[in-house]
Each structure stands twice: as C-alpha cells, then as structure tokens.
C-alpha cells in the first residue's frame, strides 16, 4: 500500500499544473537608454538610430523588470565594428552569462552604420520578480572600440506568481492653511488604454487666486523602490488621427459603388455612395456636383478644420479631354476657385490643394463643387474612382530659435506646423536684448546641471498653456522623461482639450521671469526656480479672471492602470485619494499628483505639487476671525469670574 504522503505529494503536483501558466516574454532594450562610461553615437541604422560606443573596461547597463519568476536568456545582441575583433562580456545581476567577439571588419568608418548580431550569447539564468540589471562590458577591444545597439531577452515566466506592481504607502501633506475657502479641484477625468493619451483632466478653481506655486519633485518611489529609467513611448492601444477627412468610392478601379443613375446633384458625406452619381460629363444634368462635408476643429482637439487640405479626384475611366473645375466654401462664407485640371484616358487622377484656414466647424458647414469646364472636349466624360480630401502634410517643428544663451541657461523658441491652435501663435521678447519673435508655438529653458557639463531641460510652456516641468535628474542620468503638465491660466468653453491660449511672453532671461499675456485678458508673472532636488514654477500678479466655473490651474496626465501610469494618487493635508476613482472634487490649499506605484511609463518622471496661497484680503479675515474667537472667549472668561466671586 502507498504511503499517505505519497498522495499528499501527487495532489500537489497536480494543483500546481492546473494553477500554473509558464509564458514567454521578448524584452528589447536599447543600449543607449542605459546608464554608460562610453559615449552616445548618432547611427541612422541603429533601431533606435543611436548606439553606445566602448572601448576597453568600459561599460553600459540597463534596467529590466519581470513580475514573476523567470529563466532569463540573452537571445541577440545588435552591434556595429569597423576594425579589429573584440571581446565583449554580458552580465545579469553580476553573473556572468557569456561573452562574444566581433567581426573583424574595416571600411575606412562605413561599417560604422552596418548592423552586425550575436545571436544567442551563453547560458540561461533563473530571476525572481523585480528589477534586474544587464550589463555588458568591454574587457578587450581595439583602438576603435565597438558600439552596441540593442539587445533582445528572451523570458520564460510563471505567472502563478503575479504580484501586482510595487508600490508604496504615503502619509497626507502637513501643509496647513489659513483660508477661510479652500480651493477646490474637480475630477472631470476619462479612461484610456493609450499611455500617451492625456485623460487625467482635473482643474482647480479659487476665486481671485493671487498667487500659487507648482512644483515638479523626483517620484516618491525613487530610489527607495526603484532606479528604473524607462522613458520610451508606448503607442500600444493607441489610436492616431487619420489623414482621410472623408472618402467617396473604394480605390479599386470600379465604379459598380456609385449610383447608375441619379437625380440629385448634390451628395453629403454620410450618405451611401449609391447615391453619388458615376459619371460626369458635359451633357446637360451631370456637369456640376456638390459635396457638403463636416471639418472637425478645436473644439474636438482636432486640426482638420483648420489645416490645408488635398483634394482628389480619380476615375476609371476618362472619353475625351474632360477638364474641371473645383471650388470650395468655408468659414469665409465665399466660394473660392482651386483652378482646373484636365483629365483623359493617360491622366485619370488629380489634386487639387486646399489653402489652410479654408474650412470651418459645423454640421456640413463646408462644401466642395466640382464643375465640368467649358473647353472640355464634345461629349467628354469621366466615370468615377474615387474622390477623398485629406489633411496636407505637416512640416514638423522649426529650427529652433536660440532667444538666450550664457553658457548657464539656454532659451529656446520653436513653432510647429501644424499647431493645433493655429493661426494662434504667442510672441516672445527677450527683455534683456530687447528682441521679438513671431508664432511660436512653445519656448523651453534649460539649465546647465550643476557639477556636470551638461544641460536639462526644466521648463517648457506651451502656447496653450500647457507647462511640462522637470527637476533635474538624478546624479548618473543623463535625462528624465515628462509625464504630467499643468495648463497655467484661465480655461473657459468646451473643448475636449482644455487650453489658455497665451498671446506674448515677456522674459528676463536672467531672473527667468516670465509676464504671461492671455487672449482672454488679463496676465500673470511666472518665475522658474530650481534646486538640486526640485524645480518650481511661482505664478503671482494675477489679473486673469478666476472663478467657480473658470479655473486658475488644470492639472493633465495619464492613468491606464496602476504600473503603468504618469499619476495615480492625489493627497492633500487631509488624505490621499486614487486619481481616478473615490472622489470628485477636493478641497485643499496644496494637491500632490504623484505615484505610489512604480510605473513602466515615464518612470521617473517627476511628482507635481501645486500649493496656492490665500489672497491677501481672505487672510486677513481669517486673522480678524482668530482675533474674534479669541476676544470672545476673554470676554466669556471674565463674565464667569465675576459671577463666580460675586456669588
């Protein structure tokens, strides 16, 4: 007979089985996001078109995390040599993995760009759950070094053991305050499964706000958690805006979708394509079609109503020399020519190309007319393909406009094209030189990072209002990711993307004082101060208009889920709440937005802290009010002690 244990033993292995699911995970991770004692090079070949040069007992590592029990193999390292052979050896927590040696090969600094792989490299090592680190080193190389671009780990995982992501307890800010009405925010958040989707959206309100301060810290978790430095973007669940505003017909070379024969002469997007007409000719009820259209604006956080567009027409087929005109109607409440082109059997498809600012927001408020011409030849005709409109090409950012340079601080001015607020653009002045310049879309400043010969960004602030800010990073960082912003100023109207459109900044580049005008009146001064550990905004002199329904500040991030989050708590001097749920407004004269999980996005981008501070006239009641309760309560004490002795 077997042994009981024997049992005991079998139905553990068997719950085990059932309970335990083994995965496989595939990490890239690029060589120039690590920490390194070689050099960054700039190589168009490279994935992340950079790589990290070594040479001989130098070194890069790189952080990586696993939320179970993992065997760890390292599956491919991509590299570029030009020269002679080296030894490179990889390491994962200190243990040595293997090593491999280059190619030999030289061509005069072309294989530079030539991207060469390891394939899989030594032994396989067993991990727990956490952060690990991988390091390769150079133990022997030529005089020109090697240069490693990416590395692929290949993980076979339990995910029996599935803690969720690390994360820390947080006591409520001490700050107290002497308002007699708090400020108040508002949670008017959405959900999201893109990480780089805005859709924390909590403004503050405090009427008359005189003065407030924002505050941008190293995460709470750092480095008591974790050192981690993920800072790559996550376009995962992510949708983009399409070029396409609207599209008539499939592409195919067939006109079996359009309508045979029709009556009307006018289509509105929306509408089947069975009822646009194949064909048009200069016979006399088929020359001339119109097509009225939605634009999408600012309203929706979209540029469509604003930003020029292409206009395309293709047929199937083309009888004669059949020539057309185009002509549209927008926000300028004219019809506007786009010229003729003139289609045959060799040239079946043209553009026609649509100014900037042509259309407008409002149901079919825009329309397009395509009209036959009048030196089209006897009978020409033209069955259609297709007709679509689409946003023009974007150009990107400018050069950047150096406003201010000491070697201490650099200002940078940049426009956009295209901004999504254009034709707005602010106007920046340099006070010191006294000079100007025109449309522009954002402005950064950076400070040089004190003991280190190199440069941080610590402020960009947005013609919309929106400010990103940085501390500096920490020492052996080279650069910390943004995550959270605050818009600065008044937001009024509906727009799903909240904004405080600013019209001129005046700047002090050495004070780094900043007036702010607004578009919708009044000005406020920001001041940018900084520690070694922090980086302040102070916003004071405020004549804009604050109010129960205008807020003075809007907070904006991103939350997907805890882990993997810009922000997922809120505290005030009271307690702290998630960002996303268990509350819908707080009041408060200081909102700490900050992580008490360790994200995999933008790890260690910064905490923000917004602390406002009383106007002086509700201080002074409250003083009056302390003086008041004070007196009373000595006068109460008076009253007893004399009735007390005068029985």
């Known amino acids: 007979m077997l042994p009981e244990r024997f049992f005991i033993s079998i139905a553990f292995a068997l719950l085990a089985f059932f309970i335990t699911d083994v995965k496989t995970e ?106 690990h680190k991988l390091l390769f080193k150079a133990v022997n190389t030529d005089l020109y070094g090697v240069e490693l671009d990416k590395s692929i780990l290949n993980l076979t995982c339990s995910s029996s053991i599935q803690p969720g992501p690390r994360c820390m307890n947080v006591s409520s800010l001490t ?23 805005d859709n924390v959206n909590i403004p503050i309100y405090y009427t008359g706000v005189e003065s407030y301060k924002i505050t941008a810290l190293l995460p709470q978790y750092y480095p008591s958690i974790t050192t981690m430095n993920n800072r790559k973007e996550n376009f995962t669940n992510c949708k983009f805006a399409s ?23 006018v289509y509105t997007i929306g509408e089947p394509v069975s009822k646009f007409c194949r064909e048009i000719n200069n016979k006399f009820n088929k020359t001339r079609y119109k097509i009225n259209f939605t634009a999408k604006g600012t309203s929706s956080g979209s540029v469509e109503a604003s930003i020029g567009s292409v206009f395309t027409v293709a047929f199937t087929q083309v009888t004669g020399s059949l020539t057309l005109e185009a002509r549209c109607f927008g926000r300028d409440k004219i019809w506007l020519s786009l010229g003729h082109y003139t289609f045959n059997s060799g040239e079946l498809t043209k553009m026609w190309h649509v100014p900037d600012l042509t259309w407008s ?6 329309h397009i007319e395509l009209k036959v011409a009048s030196n089209s030849s006897v009978n020409a005709s033209g069955k259609f393909d297709c007709l679509e409109l689409n946003k023009r090409d974007e150009k990107g950012e400018s050069k950047p406009i150096t406003v201010f340079n000491n070697g201490a601080t650099i200002i940078e001015a940049i426009s956009i094209d295209f901004w999504w607020l254009y034709p707005k653009g602010m106007t920046i002045k340099n006070l010191n030189s006294n000079q100007e310049w025109h449309n522009i879309s954002y402005f950064r400043i950076y400070r040089k990072i004190p003991g280190i010969n190199s440069y941080s960004q610590l402020l960009v602030l947005y013609q919309d209002g929106n400010s990103r800010i940085l501390p500096f990073p920490p020492s052996g960082i080279d650069w910390i990711p943004f995550g959270s912003s605050v818009i600065i100023g008044p937001t009024t109207g509906t727009s799903i993307r909240p904004y405080s459109s600013i019209t001129k900044v005046n700047i002090n580049a050495l004070s780094l004082k900043m007036e702010l005008h607004y578009e919708s009146g009044g000005k406020a001064t920001a001041t940018l101060q900084y520690t070694t550990t922090s980086t302040t905004v102070n916003v004071d002199d405020i004549s804009f208009t604050t109010n129960s329904s205008i807020p003075f500040a809007t907070f904006r991030s991103m939350w997907v889920a805890d882990g993997n989050a810009d922000v997922d708590h809120v505290q005030t001097n009271r307690n ?12 408060a004269s200081s909102f700490k937005f900050y992580r008490s999980c360790v994200s995999s996005h933008n790890t260690l981008s910064p905490d923000i802290l917004i602390t406002v501070k009383c106007g002086t006239a509700e201080t002074n009641r409250a003083s009056q009010s302390v003086f008041l309760n004070k007196s009373t309560t000595f006068t109460w004490i008076i009253i007893t002690i004399s009735v007390f002795f005068n029985g």
């Open 26 to 131: 595939r990490i890239e991770i690029e060589a120039e996001d690590g920490l390194y004692t070689g050099s960054k090079r700039d190589r168009s070949a490279a994935s992340g078109r950079a790589t990290v040069h070594l040479t001989s007992s130098q070194s890069v590592t790189n952080d990586f995390v696993t939320q179970s029990s993992c065997s760890v193999e390292i599956r491919d390292v991509a590299y570029t040599n030009d020269g002679g052979s080296d030894t490179i050896e990889a390491y994962i927590d200190e243990t040595l993995i293997g090593s491999f040696n280059t190619t030999s090969a030289s061509n005069f600094g072309q294989n530079w760009n030539v991207i060469r792989n390891t394939g899989l490299i030594g032994k396989h090592k067993k991990i727990k759950s956490g952060a």
């Open 175 to 197: 700050s107290e305050s002497n308002c007699i009405k708090l400020p108040n925010a508002v949670r008017k958040s959405s959900n999201t499964n893109c990480a780089e989707e």
């Open 243 to 265: 070029k396409n505003i609207w599209k008539i017909g499939e592409s195919d070379n067939s006109d079996s979708e359009f309508a045979i024969s029709c009556a009307a002469d």
């Open 361 to 366: 927001e409002g149901q079919n408020a825009n």
């Open 576 to 587: 702290s709440w998630h960002v996303q749920y268990g509350w819908q407004s707080l009041s």
